[in-house]
């Protein structure tokens, strides 16, 4: 395997890491971050995935100095020096540890994937219409949500829901939409509509296509846009039931 050469300025360089500890020894990996965090939360990660997050392809016991732990304390720790095998249960069981700075990057990346899924999600049950997404973004700095930068944004949204509710009516909610397309655009764009919600009582004839299909009610008019823009204003649309 090729090591890859690199020189690090210590004076200007911080390290996102993956940390290792046991028995009292401290191991460390110098990790791409994004790649590592997508690499620990696939839990199937593969070698070569492995070999691409690395930015260094040696095992630390102090990053910062440049200190590589012995092997002694690879074999103590790991029962083997294979650096695959090590940097594999490093990635899987050990502690992202990221700079300030990226941390700060990832929580404004999630919040704002947080606003858009709350956005095409939710609506204003005083008006029907989803919230502007800078009022979505003003009520979360008002409740002052803190953002997980490792969880995933669409398993936050429910807990920010539930700190913007005092803050502004809102309310996810879902409709039921009756669409008919004529039969030479409906391949095309069932790909579509199934990207915006889940299809039911499709129904297909020599000259249509018929289906009811369940989306958020945040995101009718974008769906009505797109289907009458692809369809060149052919497509019958009808609101058929409002959960409420």
């Known amino acids: 395997m090729s090591h890859k050469q690199q020189i690090y300025d210590k004076e200007k360089v911080q ?4 940390k290792y500890q046991k028995f009292g020894k401290t191991f460390e990996l ?5 790649l590592a965090i997508a690499f620990k939360n696939n839990n199937k990660g593969k070698e070569e995935e492995l070999i691409e997050l690395l930015r260094a392809e040696k095992i630390f016991s102090d990053t910062k100095k440049g200190e590589l732990a012995s092997p002694e304390d690879l074999e103590q720790v790991f029962g083997t020096d294979k650096f695959l095998t090590i940097a594999m249960k490093m990635l899987n069981e050990g502690e992202i540890q990221l700079t300030a700075e990226h ?3 990832l ?3 999630k919040k704002q994937k947080i606003i858009h899924l709350i956005h095409r999600a939710c609506i204003n049950p005083q008006t029907g219409t989803p919230h502007p997404v800078q009022r979505i973004e003003n009520a979360m700095n008002e409740a002052k949500v ?10 936050q949204v429910n807990d920010v829901l539930s700190l913007l509710k005092p803050i502004i009516p809102i309310k996810t909610d879902e409709i039921t939409l009756s669409i008919r397309l004529g039969v030479n655009y409906a391949s095309k764009m069932q790909g579509i509509l199934t990207g915006y919600g889940k299809i039911e009582n ?8 018929f289906c009811k299909l369940k989306i958020p009610a945040g995101i009718q008019e974008e769906l009505f846009d797109e289907l009458n823009s ?5 497509a019958q649309i009808e609101l058929e039931k409002n959960n409420t």
């Not at 803190?146 to 944004?153: G, N, T, V």
């Open 15 to 18: 390290f996102n890491l993956v």
């Open 202 to 209: 499709e129904v297909w004839s020599s000259d249509s296509y």
């Open 230 to 234: 692809k369809t060149h204003g052919t």
């Open 107 to 109: 929580r404004q990346e």
């Open 30 to 34: 110098a990790v791409d971050p994004d």
């Open 146 to 155: 803190k953002i997980d930068e490792f969880r995933k944004a669409e398993d």
């Open 103 to 105: 941390r700060e990057k």
